[in-house]
Nanobody, 115 residues
């Protein structure tokens, strides 16, 4: 069963940077919009950024100007460059996409930001 796999999370100090990656564990085709979400324990999962197959991007207000989403269509891989991290960015980060009418989620990668 193909799923998305996030990587690149880990403990970082406030003001630091991390780059998250999201890639499928197997072959998927005609991948549509790819999305990063984040979730703090006990709270709802919030949208962070989206990128269409054509490269159009959208960001949550809380991360605009600090985070950059990108993708490699040849490998169906997505990235999230996170700069100027703040303690309030601490969360589990998830990726999601759809392919041939099916939705795919990753299991998440933890990003703790220390003050």
């Amino acid at each position: 069963q193909v799923q998305l796999v996030e990587s690149g999370g880990g403990l970082v100090q406030a003001g630091g940077s991390l780059r998250l990656s999201c890639a499928p564990s197997g072959s998927i085709f005609s991948v549509g919009t790819m999305v990063w979400y984040r979730q703090v324990s006990g709270q709802q999962r919030d949208l962070v950024a989206t990128i269409t197959s054509g490269g159009s991007t959208n960001y949550a207000a809380a991360v605009k100007g600090r985070f950059t989403i990108s993708r490699d269509n040849a490998n169906n891989t997505m990235y999230l460059q996170m700069n100027s991290l703040k303690p309030e960015d601490t969360a589990v980060y998830y990726c999601k996409t759809n392919s041939a009418g099916r939705m795919y989620w990753g299991r998440g990668t933890q990003v703790p930001v220390s003050s």
